[in-house]
């Protein structure tokens, strides 16, 4: 029972341009959502959250976009930089609960 | 500050073999979690704890897996018998209260997590 899915398992980004990672989730009860980022060899980290009541947040380079009718989430990356290739997990919580989806993995070249 | 502490970094068993995994958590943080994370797919939540008692093993197969969380602080994970489906990274993870998300206390902090082969 896959709550939260990530349906694109990769992403390719010129560098300079915007990395958009999407997020579908299926659970209307979820109170927040993460995206952590995992490079290789290393435990996923924090990067940002939204309430379920919002639909954006911004952090630098970094935004989130929540469509609640649509129970899909977005990560804007905007300028991609080098460093900002790994893993992008999108998670949701319910309560105590936090679900992960599959992540994307994005490239960005140089 | 230091973070999730993790050992061993890799392991390599036989199927039918036993294995233990140990975490300290950041300090202060009153809820830990070990996930399961198979190659190409998102971390699966195993167990959490708060404190010393357990909140969530919904996903533990409890017939070979087995974790305990004693005083509160330090925890270990024990796979026996390990079977090939096994194979996957550990991780540790712990946060001060219990996942809500909001950015801050409730943030989920992640180990670098224990790589375990089963051959």
């Known amino acids: 029972d896959q709550q939260v899915k990530q349906n694109s398992p990769s992403l390719s980004v010129q560098e300079g341009r915007i990395s958009i990672l999407n997020c579908d989730y299926t659970?209307?009860?979820?109170?927040?959502f993460l995206w952590y980022k995992k490079y290789p060899a290393e435990g996923p980290t924090f990067l940002i959250s939204i309430s379920s009541i919002k639909d954006k947040n911004e952090d630098g380079r970094f935004t989130v976009f929540l469509n609640k009718s649509a129970k899909h989430l977005s990560l804007h990356i905007v300028p991609s930089q080098p460093g900002d290739s790994a893993v992008y997990f999108c998670?949701?919580?319910?309560?105590?609960?936090?679900?992960f989806g599959a992540g994307t993995r994005l490239f960005v070249k140089a | 500050e230091a973070g999730v502490a993790q050992s061993p970094r890799y392991k390599i068993i036989e199927k039918r073999q036993s294995v233990a995994f140990w975490c300290n958590p950041i300090s202060g943080h009153a809820t830990l979690y070990w996930y399961q994370q198979i190659l190409g797919q998102g971390p699966k939540l195993l167990i959490q704890?708060?404190?010393?008692?357990?909140?969530?093993d919904s996903q533990l197969p409890k017939d070979r897996f087995s974790a305990e969380r004693l005083k509160g602080v330090d925890s270990t994970l024990k796979i026996q018998p390990a079977k090939l489906e096994d194979s996957a990274v550990y991780l540790c993870?712990?946060?001060?209260?219990?996942?809500?998300?909001?950015?801050?206390?409730?943030?989920?902090?992640f180990g670098e997590g224990s790589w375990l082969t089963v051959v």
């Open positions: 659970n209307s009860m979820f109170d927040y």
């Open positions: 993870a712990s946060s001060l209260i219990g996942g809500s998300g909001r950015a801050g206390g409730n943030t989920i902090y």
């Open positions: 998670a949701a919580t319910l309560g105590f609960k936090t679900i």
């Open positions: 704890f708060q404190n010393n008692g357990v909140v969530d």
